[in-house]
């Protein structure tokens, strides 16, 4: 079964910088798209980037885009998601999503779509 770990999370100032890490293992699909999403208390889940292994084309939210980049190592069946410029606002609990195949709605972000996930990583950005 696939499996997702995610890493990296922490506590920084705003304007700071994170790196955080998805690990999969188990994935057997040709091409998938994968995605990070993000929650705070008492919001709805909400996806900030993807990515589709299937050609590399990556997709953000507004409110990230220029600060935030996603990435992905395929020898290491790894995505990455670099977050520069951090801002209070982006605190959340960062979640690793995978999509099989879903060339199509990668650029989408809708949480629905998504089949797998992870335990989630915490991002807290003081002021």
């Known amino acids: 079964q696939v499996q997702l770990v995610e890493s990296g999370g922490g506590s920084v100032p705003a304007g700071g910088s994170l790196r955080l890490s998805c690990a999969a293992s188990?994935?057997?699909?040709?091409?998938?798209?994968m995605a990070w999403f993000r929650q705070a208390p008492g919001k709805e889940r909400e996806g900030v980037a993807s990515?589709?292994?299937?050609?590399?084309?990556?997709y953000y939210a507004e409110s990230v885009k220029g600060r935030f980049t996603i990435s992905q190592d395929n020898a290491k069946n790894t995505v990455y998601l670099q977050m520069n410029s951090l801002k209070p606002e982006d605190t959340a609990m960062y979640y690793c999503?995978?999509?099989?195949?879903?060339?199509?709605?990668?650029?989408?972000?809708?949480?629905?779509?998504?089949?797998?996930w992870g335990q989630g990583t915490q991002v807290s950005v003081s002021s």
């Open positions: 990515i589709y292994t299937g050609g590399g084309s990556t």
């Open positions: 999503a995978l999509l099989p195949y879903g060339p199509l709605r990668c650029s989408g972000l809708r949480r629905t779509d998504f089949s797998y």
């Open positions: 188990g994935v057997t699909y040709s091409s998938y798209c």
